[in-house]
């Protein structure tokens, strides 16, 4: 199975700190999409970004930011000055580009933010 | 923006009992739509893919006889969790494709949390 992995579980963290989240993804695909969620605690997914694989340009949006490093198959997510806010459970995932389509999520990371 | 509904939210039933869960596109027309269940602190694992007019396709030790999906229509796919029991007790997300245009985006119901007692 082509996995998404998301090595770190929980990362706790003090509000204003930076944060980054790891994922690193596996693909036989030569076209394939990548994408953030964000997870709060009512449960309803958030679109954060999607990256399709001809596009490394990094991506900031406010305090988020992607670093999509096809070389070693990582698209890492950076929070900027952390808020209590941002404490949610972040999904990486991965989808390709043949047949269903379907999305690939990884174990997600546990952001907890803490005042 | 596209949107997806799921309902009810919250459901709780007895043990033996059946639930019907409905994710519907709002504003858009899914010809495909995904079946999701996400158990407390782990993370979505695809149940299920369903095409409108078309038997489901089941993802491996997924019951087909358990978790009865039906597609009847382009904006509304429906699943029934037959004969529930506690360890079927989950929260049940849905998504929908946007298959217009060629984007096949996804998006995503809010999500159903069953209770199973």
């Known amino acids: 199975a082509q996995k998404v992995t998301q090595a770190q579980t929980e990362i706790s963290v003090v509000e204003k700190e930076d944060v980054t989240l790891d994922c690193v993804y596996e693909?036989?695909?030569?076209?394939?999409?990548l994408f953030w969620y964000k997870q709060p605690p009512s449960g309803e997914l958030v679109f954060l970004i999607r990256?399709?694989?001809?596009?490394?340009q990094n991506e900031i949006s406010g305090r988020y930011s992607w670093n999509f490093q096809k070389s070693t198959s990582s698209f890492n997510f950076t929070i900027t000055a952390s808020q209590v806010v941002d404490s949610a459970v972040y999904f990486c995932?991965?989808?390709?580009?043949?047949?269903?389509?379907?999305?690939?999520f990884g174990t997600g990371t546990r952001l907890l933010v803490s005042p | 923006g596209a949107v997806v509904s799921q309902h009810p939210s919250r459901v709780i039933c007895k043990s033996g009992t059946s639930v019907k869960i409905e994710c519907r596109s709002l504003d858009f027309q899914a010809t495909t739509m995904f079946w999701y269940r996400q158990f407390p602190k782990q993370s979505l694992m695809l149940m299920a893919t369903?095409?409108?007019?078309?038997?489901?396709?089941?993802e491996q030790g997924v019951e087909k006889d358990k978790f009865l999906i039906n597609h009847a229509s382009l904006t509304l796919s429906t699943l029934t969790v037959t004969s529930a029991h506690p360890e079927d007790s989950s929260f049940y997300i849905c998504?929908?494709?946007?298959?217009?245009?060629?984007?096949?985006?996804?998006?995503f119901g809010p999500g159903t949390r069953l209770t199973v007692t």
């Open positions: 998504s929908a494709r946007d298959g217009t245009g060629g984007s096949y985006e996804q998006y």
């Open positions: 369903s095409n409108e007019g078309s038997k489901a396709t089941y």
């Open positions: 995932a991965r989808r390709g580009n043949t047949g269903f389509q379907k999305l690939v």
């Open positions: 990256r399709n694989s001809f596009d490394e």
């Open positions: 693909t036989r695909d030569t076209t394939y999409y």
